[in-house]
């Protein structure tokens, strides 16, 4: 733990110092897959994720600067891809002159010729369950159930108490529970 904050806080300050090829190239190396897994969670499709986390690189690498170190860099990214992610959700839902909702539902809906998803029809059953939960609480229950992010961390990355959180993911696995048992494959 000691190490990884010290290696940390010298690739924040590498890239603060001088936002150079290598720091910067480190940083994509130790956070790109978690992000992307992170960033896939919410846009279901694996081209999408792509742009979007090349966004949220673009945005880190702009804005590293303006990073306090109020939070682990790991939750400031979080936040940058969450954030890139729905943005890009709303985007999308726009562009298709659809709700967000019908959106979530058209990208499930996609999943079974995606060649990139790995999944069956339980997950995709999963995948319908989370989408019937409100935002708040589809994103608590990713980072929980699919990440296994702490609920430190969480509460980082949603600027909420760690005791809402619990309740959020306690709520929406009874939810979900509950879909899964009433809703044939």
Do not use: C
């Not at 890009?88 to 998803?117: G, M, T, V």
């Amino acid at each position: 733990m000691i190490e990884t904050q010290i290696v940390e806080s010298q690739l924040i300050e590498d890239l603060k110092r001088q936002p150079n090829r290598v720091a910067f190239n480190t940083l994509v190396q130790q956070y790109q897959e978690r992000l992307y897994w992170h960033i896939r969670q919410m846009v279901k499709n694996h081209e999408d994720t792509d742009d979007v986390l090349q966004n949220v690189f673009i945005k880190v690498h702009r804005s590293i600067h303006s990073f306090k170190g109020d939070s682990k860099l790991y939750t400031w990214l979080y936040r940058i891809a969450t954030n890139e992610a729905i943005t890009f959700l709303n985007k999308r839902a726009k562009q298709y002159q659809i709700s967000s909702e019908a959106l979530q539902e058209r990208l499930i809906d996609s999943l079974e010729s995606d060649p990139y998803f790995e999944g069956d029809q339980i997950q995709i059953k999963l995948q319908r369950a989370i989408q019937t939960l409100p935002e708040k609480q589809q994103a608590v229950f990713r980072m929980k159930y699919f990440e296994d992010i702490t609920y430190d961390e969480m509460s980082d990355i949603m600027d909420t108490s760690v005791g809402a959180l619990k309740s959020s993911y306690h709520i929406a696995t009874k939810k979900i529970t509950t879909y899964l048992k009433t809703h044939s494959l």
